[in-house]
T-cell receptor, first 114, second 111 residues
């Protein structure tokens, strides 16, 4: 177990709705990255948060947004859900000052948009 | 050309077999390389980092060829528990700490 937790485990939403996913990073890790993994694909980078600020963003529209809190936990918000948003959403934590690429993944939230 | 490309698979091998996975990456400026393992409906887990000098961890050997922009993973004496999807991963240029994943190659080890 990595110590990274995510909630909820599964979620079913309707097209057009909004969703918030949550992630608690491994103890001591100050950086959280979010990835989207569609079925049969590798994870795709959405964005990263470091010290409560967005620290890099992948090729995702603005309706994907996030937050990081002082305790380093993080939220991913998706507005105006589309069918193609159905995927496994993974968060990964790391300690930027040690090795930013050594990322530990949580179990993911499986989102289904109908 | 995709940023990280892997053998499409799936690879179906008997226990005890040696299996090799290949991966190419498009950005010559990439500096960090990894193999992750992902079990069905689970999160990816770091299997090993890949260094220029090559590195070995038990039955697993990873190689990097920077000139060819090519990464490999060799698994010797395959076990049933090695069945999983293997993801080739490189760092994202211009975005420290973030990773680009290949689509993965599925391995099934049969008795």
């Amino acid at each position: 177990e990595t110590g990274v937790t995510q909630s909820p485990t599964h979620l079913i939403k309707t097209r057009g709705q909004q969703v918030t996913l949550r992630c608690s990073s491994q103890s001591g890790h100050n950086t959280v990255s979010w990835y989207q993994q569609a079925l049969g694909q590798g994870p795709q980078f959405i964005f990263q948060y470091y010290r409560e600020e967005e620290n890099g963003r992948g090729n995702f529209p603005p309706r994907f947004s996030g937050l990081q809190f002082p305790n380093y936990s993080s939220e991913l918000n998706v507005n105006a859900l589309e069918l193609d948003d159905s995927a496994l959403y993974l968060c990964a934590s790391s300690l930027e000052s040690v090795d930013p690429y050594e990322q530990y993944f949580g179990p993911g939230t499986r989102l289904t948009v109908t | 050309r995709k940023e990280v490309e892997q053998d499409p698979g799936p690879f179906n091998v008997p226990e005890g077999a040696t299996v090799a996975f290949n991966c190419t990456y498009s950005n010559s400026a990439s500096q960090s390389f990894f193999w992750y393992r992902q079990d069905c409906r689970k999160e990816p887990k770091l299997l090993m980092s890949v260094y220029s000098s090559g590195n070995e961890d038990g039955r697993f050997t990873a190689q990097l060829n920077r000139a060819s922009q090519y990464i490999s993973l060799l698994i010797r004496d395959s076990k049933l528990s090695d069945s999983a999807t293997y993801l080739c991963v490189v760092n994202m240029i211009g975005s420290q700490g973030n990773l680009i994943f290949g689509k993965g190659t599925k391995l099934s080890v049969k008795p």
